[in-house]
C-alpha cells in the first residue's frame, strides 16, 4: 500500500510560481511512475505531468509544456511539480499519483490540494 499526501497549493496571481510536492510512503517508491493530475470545477480529471522510477523520462500536457516542471527524489520518497507563469486556467485541485507498474494505469491517489490563480 503507497499513501501519497500532497502539499504546496494556495492563492497566487496570474504569472505567479507555485512549488507542489507529494511525499510518498511504501516502497518501492524509485519502481513507480508518478504523475500529477488536475480537475477543475465542472471538468474532468486531467493528466498534467509524469516522470518514470528513475527520473529520467519525463511527460507533460501540451497545456503546462514549457511552464511547468516535474522531478523526484527517491532518496526522500517525494515528487514535485514546479510551477511557473500561472494562468487562471491553471486553477484546480492537483493529485499526486503513483503507477506501480509503469503501464499508465495509476493505482494510488493523493488527496488534492487546491491550486487557485487569480487574473
Known amino acids: 500500500q503507497v499513501q501519497l499526501v500532497e502539499s504546496g497549493g494556495g492563492l497566487v496571481q496570474a504569472g505567479d510560481s507555485l512549488r507542489l510536492s507529494c511525499a510518498a510512503s511504501?516502497?518501492?517508491?524509485?519502481?513507480?511512475?508518478m504523475g500529477w493530475f488536475r480537475q477543475a470545477p465542472g471538468k474532468e480529471r486531467e493528466f498534467v505531468a509524469a516522470i518514470s522510477g528513475s527520473g529520467g523520462i519525463l511527460h507533460y500536457s501540451d497545456a503546462v509544456k514549457g511552464r511547468f516542471t516535474i522531478s523526484r527524489d527517491n532518496a526522500k520518497n517525494t515528487v514535485a511539480l514546479q510551477m511557473n507563469s500561472l494562468r487562471p486556467e491553471d486553477t484546480a485541485v492537483y493529485y499526486c499519483?503513483?503507477?506501480?507498474?509503469?503501464?499508465?494505469?495509476?493505482?494510488?491517489w493523493g488527496q488534492g490540494t487546491q491550486v487557485t490563480v487569480s487574473s
Open positions: 499519483a503513483a503507477d506501480r507498474a509503469a503501464t499508465g494505469v495509476y493505482d494510488y
Open positions: 511504501g516502497r518501492p517508491f524509485s519502481g513507480y511512475r
